[in-house]
């Protein structure tokens, strides 16, 4: 399943196919501890949760400088895939589960990475500005730009405009509706042909 990620990728340089290369076993770890990867699940990481996350590289390359905020970041994800792949974009991972950021703080400790913070709490209390906010499966939209109402920067300079940009899953239809604003969503079945993506989507929306 690596082999996967680095197929879609071919643009990595060694020390991050090593990053990535050391994340399988770094998480396995944590996750015996603390659970916050389905241990059913754990055989399909690379596949479910790090080239999951890495779908939003695909959607928008970062630049350097770029501050984004990883709303209810459970294990990591999207956060320490995209830190691996986006060394000089700044990431604050959010959660309001203490434990979970504490497998987060270890990963980061592991494999020695400088652009990931951890905050524990609620999104709503944090007063920063960020050039992006990103989020997997967390909540409905409609709840997820509450929550990121005021904390998303007006002004851009990446080629995609600061928004929202969340991982979903299945028919978002009414999710979207309930919103009344224009999302723009992309099947990530566009970016990988395994059929564990043909049901999962990227939504954006500008603040």
């Known amino acids: 399943m690596l082999d996967t990620v680095f197929t879609y990728f071919p643009q990595l340089n060694p020390q991050q196919r090593l990053a990535f290369q050391q994340l399988y076993n770094i998480y396995k770890e944590w996750n015996d ?3 916050v990867v389905s241990r059913k699940d754990f055989d399909n990481f690379y596949l479910h949760h790090v080239l999951h996350s890495l779908s939003i590289a695909k959607f928008v390359q970062f630049k350097k400088g770029t501050l984004i905020m990883d709303l209810g970041t459970g294990g990591g994800f999207p956060t320490i895939p995209l830190a691996i792949m986006f ?3 700044k990431f604050l ?3 309001s589960i203490q434990k979970k950021l504490k497998v987060i703080d270890g990963v980061v400790e592991a494999l020695d990475l400088k ?3 951890t905050h524990w709490g609620r999104a709503e209390a944090i007063s920063l ?3 992006f906010i990103i989020t997997r499966a967390v909540a409905p939209m409609p709840d997820l730009l509450r929550w990121s109402r005021g904390k998303i920067h007006p002004i851009s300079f990446n080629d995609l405009d600061n928004g929202l940009i969340a991982l979903k899953g299945g028919d978002l239809t009414e999710e979207i509706k309930e919103c009344r604003r224009k999302i723009k969503t992309k099947s990530l079945s566009d970016y990988f042909k395994e059929e564990f993506f043909e049901t999962k989507f990227i ?3 500008k603040p």
């Open 87 to 89: 060394p000089e974009t």
């Open 115 to 117: 652009n990931v913070r």
């Open 33 to 35: 501890k603390i659970n």
């Open 129 to 131: 500005q960020f050039d």
């Open 93 to 95: 991972a959010v959660d």
């Open 203 to 205: 939504t954006y929306v």
